[in-house]
């Protein structure tokens, strides 16, 4: 949040801007004995969304990234603390080493959200790994009309359900 801050007001002068959030896969689903790690993640997400819309008529374009697991300290700190702290399932997948990232997946999916190809593509989360984001270019009037890779509430009525009081 501290470095957006500081680069929104050069960017509004210039009237053009990227800014790129690194989230992570926590923000889109629970994560049990996690809740600081998941919402943190959350929150960088919808300051993402937030920004987005606030700096659209300057041409800054707002994004965030989840480039996927990596080898990492947190990994370590999993392990150490055992399953029963962790919960058995995060301890099982730190043991196995399940690391799905690519610091060069996610580096160049920074670089491509960079690019002037993604001009007016914001306030997204794009996983590195999972999302066909190099082809979001041909996509974007469905994606500024859209809330593709938000993270969003769902009612009954989104998925056809009718649950109004009789």
């Known amino acids: 949040m501290l470095l957006c801050r500081a680069a929104i007001p050069l960017f509004k002068k210039q009237k053009r801007g990227k800014i790129i959030n690194l989230s992570?896969?926590?923000?889109?689903?629970?994560?049990?004995?996690?809740?600081?790690?998941?919402?943190?993640?959350?929150?960088?997400?919808r300051l993402t969304e937030n920004l987005a819309e606030e700096l659209k008529d300057y041409n800054v374009d707002v994004n965030a990234i989840a480039p996927g697991a990596f080898?990492?300290?947190?990994?370590?700190?999993?392990?150490?603390?055992?399953p029963d702290r962790v919960g058995a399932k995060a301890y099982e997948q730190a043991k196995k080493g399940d690391t799905t990232g690519s610091m060069e997946r996610a580096a160049a999916l920074c670089v491509f959200l960079a690019s002037?190809?993604?001009?007016?593509?914001?306030?997204?989360?794009?996983?590195?790994?999972w999302d066909p984001w190099q082809s979001l270019p041909k996509h974007k009037e469905h994606l500024r009309d859209s809330d593709l890779?938000?993270?969003?509430?769902?009612?009954?009525?989104?998925?056809?359900?009718?649950?109004?009081?009789?």
């Open 116 to 129: 002037e190809a993604t001009d007016s593509i914001t306030g997204k989360l794009i996983s590195a790994i």
């Open 71 to 82: 080898q990492s300290d947190m990994l370590e700190e999993i392990l150490k603390a055992g």
């Open 149 to 166: 890779y938000t993270l969003r509430r769902i009612v009954p009525s989104d998925r056809g359900l009718n649950w109004e009081e009789s």
């Open 24 to 45: 992570g896969g926590g923000a889109t689903s629970a994560r049990p004995r996690f809740s600081a790690y998941a919402v943190s993640k959350a929150a960088l997400v």
